[in-house]
């Protein structure tokens, strides 16, 4: 059974940095282009950036966090990290890493898009 399983999460200062990792099992995702999306209470999951499949080398992030956060990933180890740089508090979120499983060159920011997804860790960050 195929499975996302995010961790990293915590409490942290503003402006600290974090890295959020996402490990996918039961089935690779190498290929596959992979997203980050964040569900702050009282609002809606959004899509906060993905990755294309192994060998496209692209990234999309939405642009409230461009320029303090970082996509990457290692498909040896079937691991996606989500680096947090200068966090501030509207950042706090309970985060997802999800999969597409159609797409692995075009990344999209619609949820429904995404068909596997992890069960969130929680990042809080104080002021």
Same mark, same amino acid.
């Given at each position: 059974?195929?499975?996302?399983?995010?961790? @990293? #999460?915590?409490?942290?200062?503003?402006?600290? !940095?974090?890295?959020?990792?996402?490990?996918?099992? /039961? *089935?690779?995702f190498r290929?596959?282009?992979?997203?980050?999306?964040?569900?702050?209470?009282?609002?809606?999951?959004?899509?906060? @950036? #993905?990755?294309?499949?192994?060998?496209?080398? !692209?990234?999309?992030?939405?642009?409230?966090?461009? /320029? *303090?956060?970082?996509?990457?990933?290692?498909?040896?180890?079937?691991?996606v990290y989500?680096?947090?740089?200068?966090?501030?508090?509207?950042?706090?979120?309970?985060?997802?890493?999800?999969?597409?499983?159609?797409?692995?060159?075009?990344?999209?920011?619609?949820?429904?898009?995404?068909?596997?997804?992890?069960?969130?860790?929680?990042?809080?960050?104080?002021?």
């Open positions: 059974q195929a499975q996302l399983v995010e961790s @990293g #999460g915590g409490l942290v200062r503003a402006g600290d !940095s974090l890295r959020l990792s996402c490990t996918g099992s /039961g *089935r690779t290929n596959n282009v992979m997203g980050w999306f964040r569900q702050a209470p009282g609002k809606d999951r959004e899509f906060v @950036g #993905g990755i294309s499949g192994h060998g496209f080398g !692209s990234t999309l992030y939405t642009d409230s966090v461009k /320029g *303090r956060f970082t996509i990457s990933r290692d498909d040896a180890s079937e691991t989500l680096q947090m740089n200068s966090r501030l508090p509207e950042d706090t979120a309970v985060y997802y890493c999800a999969a597409d499983r159609h797409h692995f060159r075009e990344i999209l920011t619609a949820r429904v898009e995404y068909d596997y997804w992890g069960q969130g860790t929680q990042v809080t960050v104080s002021s």
